[in-house]
């Protein structure tokens, strides 16, 4: 595979991994408000609740910074 096709694919592969990430975070986020506005829990249960979509915002940032330090196919963006 050429040089060139290698890197508009590396530079496909990462805008999809990027897309996927800004569906999740967004999603998730949605999840937390609609969790912040619910009642009828204890605070054991809201904790644990609150904690799974912390996990994966935290997770989805770590992804997000190892895909912005991948060698060769680097663009400016904003953040997700």
Known sequence: MPADDALSEAHRFRQDLIS??????????????????????????RALLEAGPAVILTAARAIDTTIAQLPGIHEDREAS
């Open 20 to 45: 996927a990430l800004t569906v999740i975070s967004g999603q998730t986020q949605l999840l937390q408000r609609q969790l912040g506005r619910m009642d009828g829990f204890s605070d054991g249960d």
